[in-house]
């Protein structure tokens, strides 16, 4: 039977205060009332008070009465139309779901853990999951790849912790290593999108040489002569003031999609004319150069706005939104510009989120993007 309490907006808090306790009843001031029903929080923290983890979550299980709770560390976090960087800071969502319909999970380190960790709803594989991981996991890429492959949806969403202390995350109990969150089954109606923080400023090209980390060869010509005829002139002679500003784009392996993975450029050698990149890339591949700045960051993140937007047949219960650590402040300026653009978008939802390590959406990790969920 529906409950007729699920047409409940969730509620948030968000605070910041030197003391842990102090923040955490805060946040449930702001949220004056725990909704009828409310069996799932969301719960994330600054790396400040990373080791008070554990306080955290005995003291909003007492305080609000919900047992399932799930989140992580990050340098920031972020909740409706405001960023908190490099101080302690908490925010935190309670959400009511039919119940059944969700199953937090921890644990999940390497491919075969895939085997031993429920899937499946009265026998019904999951449909979409939301997750933390952490980022010293050798085994990430795949991982997240095979997670993906076991859902219906084929859809997990979430970022890796970014801390300078812990590696913190939360899934009923304080945990790291690898992969923890919620996985959903079908009655929870969700909407996502990506948003990546660079622009391509030239074609793409067919990787025909590469060794280890390096490009040797493009459409067979020297990697680092491509490099700058795509850059231009202007850019290539004043390369040190704007090399931390390009990237690489490796295109998605398997798909048609235009989506690409952005790395970082390591570095060049003139001599040889090589270009080196923050990943492996592969002979037959393919590979664009692109820039970050905060006008294409912007008007790709309208453009996410805009087609989420145009999805929705409701207002949206509430929203989970995970950034790359160098968006935000770094990016968009110190205002918790980032945040009010979905704010003024969405409107006053409920939302809550980090600043990622990397970021997961759909089977891939990416790098310097925004990833938006809506429960609908």
Not at 193 to 207: E, K, N, V
């Amino acid at each position: 039977m529906f409950n007729r309490n699920l047409n409940q907006a969730f509620v948030y808090g968000c605070a910041a205060s030197p003391n842990w306790r102090d923040a955490a009843q805060l946040c449930l001031t702001q949220v004056e009332k725990v909704p009828e029903g409310a069996n799932l929080g969301f719960v994330y923290l600054t790396d400040s008070l990373a080791s008070e983890a554990n306080d955290i979550l005995d003291y909003l299980r007492v305080n609000t009465g919900i047992y399932h709770w799930v989140g992580g560390v990050g340098m920031g976090i972020c909740a409706t139309g405001q960023e908190h960087y490099d101080h302690p800071a908490l925010a935190i969502m309670l959400c009511n779901f039919e119940p059944g319909s969700f199953q937090v999970f921890s644990g999940l380190r390497a491919p075969a853990d895939l085997e031993r960790i429920p899937m499946h709803f009265e026998g019904v594989p999951a449909n979409f999951a939301v997750v933390h991981a952490d980022p010293r996991n050798a085994n990430l890429d795949r991982l997240v790849e095979d997670f993906a492959g076991v859902l219906e949806s084929g859809f997990v969403t979430g970022g890796l912790t970014s801390t300078r202390r812990e590696y913190v995350q939360i899934a009923d109990i304080v945990t790291k290593g690898g992969i923890s969150g919620v996985l959903f089954s079908d009655q929870v109606v969700v909407s996502t999108r990506l948003t990546q923080g660079c622009s391509p400023i030239g074609p793409q090209h067919a990787i025909t040489g590469a060794q280890q980390n390096v490009l040797v060869s493009l459409d067979g010509r020297a990697a680092l002569d491509v490099f700058r005829e795509d850059i231009g002139e202007s850019m290539w002679q004043d390369i040190d003031r704007h090399g931390e500003s390009l990237f690489a784009g490796l295109s998605v392996r398997a798909t048609d999609s235009e989506d690409y993975l952005v790395r970082n450029l390591v570095g060049i050698d003139p001599a040889n004319k090589l270009v080196a990149i923050g990943d492996t890339p592969r002979e037959g591949g393919k590979v664009m150069f692109c820039r970050r700045d905060d006008s294409s960051a912007t008007e790709d993140m309208q453009r996410m706005l805009e087609s989420i937007n145009s999805g929705l047949y409701r207002k949206p219960r509430g929203a989970v939104y995970y950034s790359c650590i160098g968006r935000g402040a770094n990016l968009f300026g110190e205002n918790s510009e980032e945040l009010a653009m979905i704010r003024d978008s969405l409107g006053d939802i409920p939302l809550v989120g980090f600043f990622c390590n990397g970021e997961i959406s759909h089977n891939r990790v990416y790098a310097y993007t925004g990833v938006l969920t809506l429960f609908i």
